[in-house]
């Protein structure tokens, strides 16, 4: 069903865009639930109108939705997707009362951040060989880069030169909903950059990405992903090997390091403390080793 066929859904898609500044794969996302969602009252209960939607018709959809064997994470995307939706309805003045109020969110298991260890990040960047091309040195780099500062892949991928001062020893990071932060870096990454940006391939001089192919043109994800996958791959046994990983393990390790949660926060770009405090847990299994190590009794 077209999104035309209900007409409330691209305002709020619109709103999402301009208004939050969400990035177009969230966007894609909420569009592709609200599709499946107003399909599902067409098909069920013969089109209601928007302000008619109780809280039955939802229930009976995320019952559907669960009979094809989705995770509570993915079911839980779907009803926040509908809360943000009928929230924004709400402001509009097109509904009285959103009929989320009693929509009750499946429990989902908490899993520890998967991270890799300090002694395989050194592992990685000094007894791995990396090919001397420009791919090569590119990849290490851009390894180095995703530990150093805990960088999202689209925020690594899409970083320009003028977002890094080497004066100041700083990066300018461009998150989520087009927020900004700023990651120090060492005075060792600062060069390994700028040596970085001297080498670049005259195919590339109008590309304003720090990061380019050797032919000159913007990294793509997938391609960062099998790199990734393949250097980590050589040092370490953790199940997933992703950028995501190095991210995990650049705040865990500075957890393990005693940094101050606040500040962890603050770098990786979280908008909630609770987002951050996940990486307290890894800590606390490091403090339990090292007592199950170091205590006589233990």
């Not at 996302?29 to 109108?49: I, M």
């Not at 097109?94 to 298991?109: A, D, N, Y």
């Not at 300090?118 to 791995?128: M, Q, S």
Request: hydrophobic share 40%; charged share 25%.
């Amino acid at each position: 069903m077209p999104i035309t066929d209900y007409p409330q859904i691209a305002p709020f898609l619109e709103y999402l865009q301009f208004e939050k500044r969400y990035s177009k794969h969230t966007i894609v996302a909420y569009q592709t639930d609200l599709e499946q969602f107003f399909q599902y009252l067409v098909n069920q209960f013969d089109n209601p109108a928007l302000d008619q939607i109780a809280a039955m018709f939802i229930r009976s959809w995320l019952a559907s939705v669960k009979e094809n064997e989705i995770s509570a994470k993915s079911i839980n995307r779907k009803i926040s997707t509908l809360k943000s939706f009928f929230k924004y309805q709400l402001k509009t003045g097109l509904i009285k009362s959103s009929p989320m109020g009693v929509i009750i969110s499946p429990k989902t298991k908490k899993r520890l951040p998967v991270f890799v260890s300090e002694k395989d990040v050194h592992t990685l960047f000094e007894h791995v060989e990396f090919p001397d091309t420009w791919e090569g040195r590119t990849q290490r780099l851009v390894l180095l880069l995703f530990y150093q500062t805990g960088m999202r892949l689209s925020e690594l991928i899409q970083l320009k030169e003028t977002q890094i001062d080497a004066s100041l020893k700083q990066v300018k990071v461009l998150g989520k909903g087009n927020k900004e932060r700023i990651i120090p870096i060492d005075a060792a990454l600062v060069k390994e950059l700028e040596s970085h940006q001297l080498d670049r391939p005259t195919k590339s001089a109008t590309i304003k990405t720090v990061f380019t192919t050797a032919k000159g043109k913007p990294l793509q994800p997938r391609a960062v992903y099998a790199f990734v996958k393949k250097y980590l791959g050589q040092v370490t046994t953790v199940q997933k090997k992703s950028p995501h990983i190095l991210r995990h393990s650049f705040a865990t390790h500075l957890m393990n390091n005693g940094a101050d949660l606040n500040a962890v926060k603050e770098l990786l770009g979280h908008s909630s403390l609770a987002a951050t405090q996940v990486y307290t847990h890894n800590t606390i299994e490091k403090l339990k080793e090292v007592f199950n190590k170091a205590h006589p009794k233990a």
